[in-house]
């Protein structure tokens, strides 16, 4: 593996969005966006969902930011991202990760390009669930860990494909909402740690899901659950959290959730908390 510098692929993109005409996104009942996840795609915190990352209607562009802190006992991530939804049917995500090293010293930074296309339905209205297609592509610009630990690249593309459905009033007359993912990747933890390794080179199949109750327009709690390959044979777990959303309009939301990571690079028990501010910048 070679080791790259190049300009963060974040700072591209309001060369994308002045090349486009602007309009106001409000074509959709709030807290339908979503959020935006730790890889830049619109979804939930740890699972990319169906969903596109704006309020946009058919005739609509939207535009969104998100700052993202998970911190656990020896690591803390801090991600970056800047989204473009297009006519509620296409989305384009950048995004940067700051991996530090807490107990060793040390951090891995990474770089994602993500877009996104909605197949089938609305996540509202359709009688079947909203289906939405993606793919994220991930660069590591700090590859000495990846390579010490076995892994076979610094780079690698995740291909998924997601189900979300709303369902109003289902849960004692509050509205419901359910997610399933399903990714073709060989990142090893997300891709901090690199692609393949030494006991797998080749993409495996993980599932993904979430599900949640809205108690109000402006609240909604939930969980989600992801499934890791361990090509690296460092024992890799699974993530799960429990999140609480705040949603006070559509410009602004506010999640806040407990994470359970499990091992990280042969470290057992990563614990701690998800904070993440997400804004709609138009």
């Not at 963060?8 to 602007?22: G, K, Q, R």
């Not at 990352?53 to 020896?74: K, N, R, W």
């Not at 994602?112 to 509202?124: A, P």
């Amino acid at each position: 593996m070679q080791r790259y510098k190049r300009l963060p692929i974040y700072c591209l993109l309001p060369m994308v969005l002045v090349s486009a005409p602007v309009f106001s996104a409000d074509g959709k009942l709030i807290g339908t966006a979503g959020l935006t996840q730790i890889e830049g795609a619109g979804g939930g915190g740890l699972v990319p969902w169906a969903t596109l990352s704006g309020y946009d209607s058919e005739d609509q562009i939207s535009a969104s930011s998100a700052v993202t802190v998970v911190d656990v006992d020896d690591y803390r991530l801090n991600a970056f991202g800047m989204s473009a939804s297009f006519y509620d049917r296409a989305e384009i995500s950048l995004s940067h990760q700051r991996f530090d090293l807490k107990s060793l010293g040390g951090t891995i930074r990474q770089n994602i390009v993500g877009m996104k296309y909605r197949l089938y339905g609305d996540v509202v209205y359709s009688e079947l669930p909203q289906i939405s297609i993606g793919l994220q592509h991930k660069q590591l610009s700090d590859t000495a860990v990846a390579e010490a630990l076995g892994a076979d690249d610094d780079q690698g593309t995740d291909i998924y494909l997601a189900a979300t459905k709303v369902h109003l009033g289902a849960i004692g007359g509050y509205n419901a909402v359910w997610n399933l993912t399903a990714r073709a990747t060989k990142a090893n933890e997300m891709g901090l740690l690199g692609f393949g390794g030494t006991q797998n080179s080749d993409y495996e199949l993980q599932l993904e899901a979430s599900a949640g109750i809205l108690f109000s327009r402006n609240l909604a709690v939930g969980v989600e659950y992801r499934q890791k390959p361990d090509n690296l044979g460092l024992g890799e777990d699974d993530w799960v959290d429990a999140f609480v959303s705040y949603i006070p309009s559509k410009s602004v939301s506010i999640t806040a959730a407990t994470a359970n990571l499990g091992a990280i690079a042969g470290a057992p028990g990563q614990s701690g908390f998800y904070l993440s501010l997400n804004a709609q910048l138009w």
